[in-house]
């Protein structure tokens, strides 16, 4: 988890009724998940990267929120370990 949490939220703004983050160790939200991510609620961070979900391909975002790489979606990723992952 490297420090980080996933958390669900209602939102009734939200088609699904409920919306995802990720918070620190001191509870504090750092971003939300975009809604054309998905994410399993389950998933974890593992070296930095948190593995999503878009509509027919999966990618990573780091602790910031942000797609690493930004321009690279694969067919099927897994988790990272010691600094690397199969795609």
């Known amino acids: 988890s490297g420090g980080f949490a996933i ?3 209602k939102d ?7 919306k995802y983050g990720v ?9 939300e998940i975009p809604d054309e991510i998905s994410i399993n609620s389950e998933d974890d961070f593992f070296d930095g990267y948190l593995k999503v979900r878009l509509e027919n391909s ?13 321009d690279t979606v694969y067919e099927e990723v897994t988790d990272f370990k010691n600094g690397r992952a199969f795609v």
Do not use: C, D
């Open 23 to 31: 918070i620190n160790t001191k509870g504090n939200l750092l971003f």
């Open 12 to 18: 009734s703004n939200n088609i699904y009724g409920e």
């Open 58 to 70: 999966e990618a990573y975002i780091n602790s910031k929120g942000k797609m690493v790489p930004s």
């Open 7 to 9: 958390v669900k939220r």
